[in-house]
């Protein structure tokens, strides 16, 4: 599919879980984040050219995932960013998209849906 990583960040302990080993069954590397402090500190000291793509959860404990959105576009502009969320609404999808995000992610989500919006979203950077 493409060379870097897949990052991802969600405050839920059993969705990276369950995502970490979807996506590397694909063949892909992945990192996780349990919190949006954490998530930046590793986008803000890692190489640029080292992660794909972003898989990031709207709610955080630390961080509005927008805000982190805001924050990822400011330090890394060419990386895509999916924005997932339980709690989908035309306002938020359209906030998401506003804030540059590549792609919106409705939980729960199937496998198909997982991988089919990693294939897309990276063929299209």
């Known amino acids: 599919m493409f060379g870097g ?3 991802i960040c ?3 302990e059993g969705m990276l ?3 970490k080993k979807m996506i590397e069954a694909a063949g ?3 990192e ?3 919190n949006g402090t954490s998530l930046l500190a590793r986008i803000e000291g890692g190489d640029p050219g080292d992660a794909s793509l972003l898989l990031q959860d709207m709610r955080l404990p630390d961080a509005d995932g ?4 805001h924050r990822v576009k400011e330090l890394r502009p ?3 960013v999916v924005m997932m969320t339980a709690y989908a609404c035309d306002e938020v999808v359209r906030a998401a998209f506003d804030g540059g995000a590549s792609d919106f992610l409705p939980k729960p989500f ?4 997982v991988l089919g919006v990693i294939r897309t979203t990276t063929a299209e950077h």
Request: glycine share 4%.
């Open 10 to 12: 969600d405050d839920e």
């Open 32 to 34: 996780t984040f349990g």
């Open 28 to 30: 892909l590397r992945v």
């Open 5 to 7: 990583s897949v990052l």
């Open 66 to 69: 927008l805000e982190i959105l």
């Open 110 to 113: 199937t496998r198909e849906a």
């Open 17 to 19: 879980r369950y995502l």
């Open 78 to 80: 060419a990386l895509p």
